[in-house]
Every structure is written in C-alpha cells, then in structure tokens.
C-alpha cells in the first residue's frame, strides 16, 4: 500500500500540475469510495492552497452494479435533473474539476447491453452543456487513477490480491513520475518536449494521414486550421493544467467526412464496464460502415448505435511505442493508462478546440468544418511496434511521421 509520503505527492501533482487549482476557486472532486484516503488529502491541500470550496461526489462499484441489475428501466434510461443542475453550476462558477476513478474493467459483465447502452446514452445526453465546458477548455479539469483489487488482479492475475494492488500502485506512481524527486519539475520537462512535438505537427499542417499496420490501412483527412494540441493545455482564463496524468500523446481532429479504409485495435477497450477487443473497423466517407470484434461484439454495436456521430471518429491520436506505458509491457485494460501506450483514435465526439476558432462555433459551423458531434467520446488503441504513418502535405508531397511505431521526425 502507498505511504502517506506518496500520496501527499500524487495529491500535489494533481492540484498543481492537473487542474491547477487556484486561489478561492472551488474544486469538484469526483472519486471512489476507495479512493478516500487519498481523497482527503487533496481536499486538506486544496484547502491549504487556497480553495473556496471542495465537493465531492462519491462513487462506488457495488452499488453502481446493484442499480444496473435491479433499478427500474426508466430510471436507467434518465439522469436526475438536480444531478445535471449541479454539474452545470459548478461548470458556470468556473470551479477546477478533478477525477480520481478506479475501475473494475469487468463490472457489468452479464448485465443486459441494452441497459448499458440505455444508461450511457442518457448520460451523453443530459451532461452535454458539461461536456462543453470541458472539451473547450472553458474550465480547467483532470483525470487520475487509483488501483482497485479487481482492477489490479486484471493486470496482475498471477500474484496475490494485495500484492496486486501494490504492485499496479508501484506502476501508477512510476507512469505519473511520482517516484520521482521533484514530481513537478519532470512534468514540467515532459510537457515541454510534447510542446516540440506539438508545434511542429502545427507548422507542417499535413492535409492526411495513412496508417499501415497488419489489419489496418487508413487514410485520415485533417481539416483546414486543425489544432495540434498536447501536454499541458491552457483554459479559457489563460490557467495551464494538464487534463490527463498520465500523457504522452499529440492528438488533434479529423475530418468527420474524411476517413476512409479500415482499422484494426491493438489493445483491448474497457467500455460500459465491458470489454471489447481484437475488433476492426471499415471506414467510407468517415463512417463506419462495416465492424467485427472477437469479444464484446454487442457492447461495440451498441457503442456505435449511441447516435449518427458515434460511428464516425472525432480524435486522433499520436503515442510513440518506446513511451514508458508501452515499454512496460503491461496492458492495463483502463483507457487512460492504455491509450498512453499506444496511437490511438476516438469514436464520437471532437474537441472544438482541435481546429482554429471552433470554441466560438456552432453546431452548424462546426459540421462544415468536418468537426464531429457526439454525446459519446470513445478511444481506443491502434498503435504497435508495426505501425508506419505517412503525412500528405499541402503540395502533395510524402512524408514519414511514424516508422515501427516511433516517430521518423526530428523535432529539434
């Protein structure tokens, strides 16, 4: 288990270089109830750094089965107004919002994948004003993880429950440079050399993307005044924070008409307390027109059936396979820690903030510029060490961006 040494460094780091809390803003913490310790402490530092305010909305995963197997279907299929009326006020007032989540890849194994879906639709639905404030940047917000021990025997199945755990904390600290000295200092030197990779991608503008792998050959369009974005971000107060802990990608939008071919996962996907894997994806005119999956089959159909934009992609994602997620050997089967492992795509819904202006846009002008809408935002993994990717330039010309999943660019 981690010391209270460890802990008080991962709260800092969450504060400090996550969402960046500043004086008198008030924080939301969402988090486990396995996560009270830790918790607590983030609480007593924001406190400390000043915060007007800390709530918390506590979750818990036997509670959250029980409801899906015994709630009625109209109460899956709804989302309590007071619950969207709370996130939205916070959201208005400006308050940071930090995430600790700790899930149990297998939750909602048996439960019916029309619940899930029903559920999860609702959800889209009711917290889209939310969704806005964070996938613009209008307020500052991020995303950390916590071991459980159905979660670390996933990754661990060969060791006992406790020693599972520790261990996946070892990881967990390892992955966000907790182990490391001065934590806030190594963030702040990985944030800049993904700023290198970042304002190079900006400056070259590459018109498409082709991915080549075994199963996949794709060409992605990229939409005019596309947004490289990566690292730390900047919210719409000028605050700098880092929205995912850990990070190691570059990741813009495509154009929501403009993906053609098919792809192939290379990671599994924990969705909906499922998971979906070894599943490919055919693309023609940025939809997905044909799909398979060895496992989890239903929960990809019902993922793609959520809306018109759940079958076409609104992220794309670059994610060398030298990162020290990948050179870990270890598949985490948690998004967060996966897709940091591995190039990855997004079914669903873009950051506006991808493309030039596109905060300020509306729906409308958003879909003329290839921007997709979504009430859902799914990645998942399509990175190896067999993966090459060509850009197409401006004047038609070729260029190698990855070449056995690595970048074949300078950035100095």
Known sequence: MPNKQQLEKYADLALKKGVNLQENQTLMMNAPIEGADLARIVARKAYEMGAKNVHINWSDDTLQRLWFDNAAQEVIESVPEWKVDMFDAFAEEGAAVLSIRSTNPDLLNGVDSSRIAAANKASGE????????????????????????????????????????????????????????????????????????????????????????????????????????????????????????????????????????????????????????????????????????????????????????????????????????????????????????????ALGKAYPSSIKGGADMNDEKLDENGVNNSIVHVDFMVGSGELNIDGITADGSTEPVFRNGNWAIDFE
Request: charged fraction near 25%; include cysteine.
């Open 126 to 345: 009711a917290m889209k004003n939310f969704r806005q404030y964070t996938m613009n940047d209008k307020i500052t917000w991020s995303i950390v993880a916590i071991p459980n021990t159905e979660w670390a025997q996933k990754v661990f199945p060969d060791v006992s429950e406790q020693e599972a755990v520790d261990k996946l904390w070892e990881q967990i600290f390892t992955i966000t440079r907790v182990d490391q000295e001065d934590p806030i200092k190594a963030w702040n030197e990985h944030n800049e050399i993904l700023g290198k990779a970042r304002d190079f991608l900006n400056k070259k503008q590459f018109k498409t993307l082709i991915y080549k792998a075994p199963g996949t050959e794709l060409e992605v369009e990229l939409p005019e005044g596309h947004i490289w974005k990566g690292g730390a971000s900047t919210s719409e107060q000028g605050t700098t924070f880092n929205a995912n802990m850990p990070t190691e990608e570059v990741f813009t939008l495509p154009h929501k008409y403009g993906v053609n071919g098919t792809v192939a996962s290379t990671k599994p996907l924990s969705y909906g307390g499922n998971l979906i894997d070894n599943f490919t994806l055919t693309f023609e005119e940025g939809k997905v027109v044909d799909f398979s999956a060895e496992q989890g089959y239903e929960t990809l159909k019902n993922l793609l059936d959520m809306d018109e934009g759940a079958r076409r992609l609104g992220e794309l994602a670059l994610v060398p396979h030298h990162s020290p997620i990948s050179q870990s050997g270890i598949i985490f089967y948690n998004t967060l820690y996966d897709e940091n492992a591995s190039c990855h795509l």
